[in-house]
Structures are given as C-alpha cells and as structure tokens.
C-alpha cells in the first residue's frame, strides 16, 4: 500500500462514480483488517503509528468514497475540474430560479406536511442531479460540467438540512 496512492488505487476500484456500496464496505473491512494497529503491536510503536497512519488514511477515503456527493467532487478533482465552491459560484439560471423558489416555499411553510412536500420535491432532484453526475463523469467523461453539477448537488444538500431543521422546529 502506498499513502499517495488515490482513494480508488487504495480500495482496488475502477475510477469511476457508480461503485457497488457492497463491494466497497467489504473491501473497506478488508483493509481495516490488514492495517489495524493490534496486528503490529509485536514489532513496535513505530509500526504501530505507521498501521494508525494507515487506519486513517482508509477511513477517509472510505468515507469519501461511500459519499456519492463526496466522490463525485474527488472524480472531478482528480481529473482536474476543481469544484471550487467558494470562489465559483455559477449556475444556470434555471437552477437559480429554482433555488429562489424552494427558498421561498420554505419561508413560506408553516406545517410538516408542506414541509416534507417540498423534501420530497428536493430529494426528486438530488437523485436526478446525481444521475447527471455519474453520466458526465462515467460515460461523457465531461469534468468540468460535472463539477457545477456538484456544486448544485451541494447547495441541495444544504437546502435538504435546512428543511430537516425546520421539520425539527416544528415537532417542538
């Protein structure tokens, strides 16, 4: 194993977005088993922190790989589309008009089942946003489209804890 390597390389797992989630939780044991620490307390504390160091490094990219949000942003990363949320912010203006309107249902909501209405509604397009992603990356292998389309996926993501919160407001 090679702490350079990529989260794919690590997990033995095509570069790709559609992964089987069995085969990565699987492969995920599997790793945690050849790198726990425990195994290497016969030959010292420096093999120790070297198994610790790899225990880490194979939970972070489990967990960025099990995350389709996650693993669409490192795709684009690592095919050199960054997804720079902070500094880009450009979207399509259609997607703009529907953030300005689910803003708007939720300020205008006032009870649970309009609120979950409106879950229902944004979850709908989480799915068919994220059926965009694993077409422009694995089949069009379009990086750069794929990486606005993340940064839409992560404004509905936000959006989605937003009206969790509300939903919890209300059951108060």
Same mark, same amino acid.
């Given at each position: 194993?090679?702490?350079?390597?990529?989260?794919?390389?690590?997990?033995?797992?095509?570069?790709?977005?559609?992964?089987?989630?069995?085969?990565?939780?699987?492969?995920?044991?599997?790793?945690?088993?050849?790198?726990?620490?425990? %195994?290497?307390?016969?030959?010292?504390?420096?093999?120790?922190?070297?198994?610790?160091?790899?225990?880490?490094? =194979?939970?972070?990219?489990?967990?960025?790989?099990?995350?389709?949000?996650? %693993?669409?942003?490192?795709?684009?990363?690592?095919?050199?589309?960054?997804?720079?949320?902070?500094?880009?912010?450009?979207?399509?203006?259609?997607?703009?008009?529907?953030?300005?309107?689910?803003?708007?249902?939720?300020?205008?909501?006032?009870?649970?089942?309009?609120?979950?209405?409106?879950?229902?509604?944004?979850?709908?397009?989480?799915?068919?946003? =994220?059926?965009?992603?694993?077409?422009? =990356?694995?089949?069009?292998?379009?990086?750069?489209?794929?990486?606005?389309?993340?940064?839409?996926?992560?404004? =509905?993501? %936000?959006?989605?804890?937003?009206?969790?919160?509300?939903?919890?407001?209300?059951?108060?």
């Amino acid at each position: 194993m090679n702490l350079q390597s990529t989260d794919f390389e690590l997990f033995g797992l095509p570069e790709r977005f559609e992964q089987e989630r069995a085969q990565l939780d699987q492969r995920w044991k599997e790793l945690q088993k050849e790198a726990h620490p425990d %195994r290497f307390a016969a030959h010292g504390a420096a093999a120790q922190r070297v198994a610790m160091q790899w225990s880490v490094r =194979i939970n972070e990219a489990y967990q960025r790989l099990k995350d389709p949000l996650r %693993r669409a942003a490192y795709l684009c990363e690592l095919r050199g589309a960054p997804i720079e949320a902070e500094s880009n912010t450009a979207m399509p203006a259609a997607f703009l008009m529907q953030q300005m309107e689910w803003r708007e249902a939720l300020d205008e909501a006032v009870d649970a089942k309009t609120l979950e209405h409106l879950a229902d509604e944004v979850g709908t397009a989480r799915r068919e946003a =994220i059926a965009r992603c694993q077409s422009l =990356i694995d089949v069009d292998q379009q990086f750069s489209q794929a990486a606005q389309q993340v940064r839409a996926l992560m404004f =509905i993501a %936000r959006f989605e804890r937003d009206i969790e919160s509300r939903l919890d407001q209300l059951g108060q």
